[in-house]
């Protein structure tokens, strides 16, 4: 039987006063991309979930990684559009395998997408759902405390990229909550 159920979760939007390509390219360093070579690896002679934890650590230096990458700004342009754009999912397995363990539908919600477009000025705007509320969604403690750490671990990887988003990632006393189905 199909079930849905509705819940509340926070915009984070943040302009930087980072001009865009320079906050584009200080996101990309902060944030690599995701290399799979030492998870083939570590799979193809049967390494442990510590090998991958490490690998892990060395592709992501703070915490995430780009997953993937969409240039909205190429994708919409022809439509005349002129306002920049880049699109990510970011993440960490294996911070999501602490979640999974819970309930698979965290995948939902991780990687974390998150944006950045140019405003009239060409800075740089980061946008993105706060973690927290996304997670909180599904109703378990464990996976709720796995989000709140990701509000910290964005508002740390921003820290790198030259903004203080901490104020933007607190909570106003609106946690998300799971809807009764």
Known sequence: MARQ??????????????A????VAAF??????FDPSPMERIAETGGSWDSVRAATAVNAPNDLMRYARINGTQLLRVAG?????MEYLTGNHVIAETMFRHD?????????RMLIHSDVDGNAVF????PSDEFAS???PEVTEVGKDLDRIVVDLLRVCGVDAADAFTTTG???KPNPS
Not at 81 to 85: A, D, E, G, K
Not at 104 to 112: E, F, K, N, Q, S
């Open 104 to 112: 698979p539908r965290v995948l939902l919600y991780a990687p974390l």
């Open 20 to 23: 865009y390509d320079d906050f």
């Open 5 to 18: 159920q509705s819940h509340t979760v926070t915009r984070i939007e943040i302009p930087t006063g980072i």
């Open 127 to 130: 946008s993105m759902h706060r």
């Open 28 to 33: 990309e360093k902060a944030a690599p991309a």
């Open 138 to 140: 599904l109703g378990i």
């Open 174 to 176: 609106h946690e998300a």
């Open 81 to 85: 559009h002129s306002t920049r754009s």
